[in-house]
């Protein structure tokens, strides 16, 4: 089963591949291998939350390059969540951000680690940016609108804040 899944992945039938991972996973569920290479066929299916999942249940034989895989299973769903839901982004780049530092503890020597990790550390501050530029621009829009209403209000009653003439007898 698992030679067969490994065959499935190699022709790009990913879906076919983390079902036989499947399979073979019920015959060894304790199996490094199994679960890295199932969690690869998710991420090539680009269903980054079950890829996370599947590398963070795999026996740590290689720590480095499980905390590698998660990290970026994390930044991807983080990057497919910055323009809806930027807070649940940071969050998953900050996740994305501790397992690349995971990977590079393990392995100081691992280029794309730090390389991923600075990037994914940009991609945090121009987040942060953007969201504090637009807070600044519904702020402006509060009180353009609040300075609109008080001129219609004005306008509307023209006798309201004015002081009153007095007649002369």
């Given amino acids: 089963k698992a030679r067969e899944a490994s065959q499935l992945y190699e022709k790009g039938d990913f879906d076919a591949a983390t079902q036989k991972y499947n399979e073979a996973l019920t015959d060894d569920p304790d199996s490094y291998l199994l679960q890295f290479n199932r969690g690869a066929s998710l991420y090539r299916q680009e269903k980054f939350e079950d890829a996370a999942a599947a590398f963070g249940r795999a026996p740590a034989a290689d720590p480095a390059e499980i905390a590698y895989n998660t990290a970026n299973a994390k930044y991807r769903l983080g990057a497919a969540a910055a ?5 649940k982004a940071l969050s998953l780049y900050a996740e994305a951000l501790a397992a690349y530092r995971r990977a590079m503890g393990a392995n100081p020597d691992d280029v794309d680690a730090k390389f991923n990790h600075e990037l994914v550390a940009k991609k945090v501050e ?27 209000q004005q ?14 007898e």
Wanted: avoid cysteine; hydrophobic fraction near 5%; charged fraction near 35%.
């Fill in 83 to 87: 323009e809806s839901e930027p807070q």
């Fill in 126 to 152: 121009e987040l942060k940016k953007k969201l504090e530029e637009q807070k600044q621009e519904q702020e402006q829009q509060q009180q353009d609108q609040q300075q609109s209403d008080q001129q219609e």
């Fill in 155 to 168: 306008q509307q009653d023209p006798q309201q804040g004015q002081p009153q003439d007095q007649q002369s």
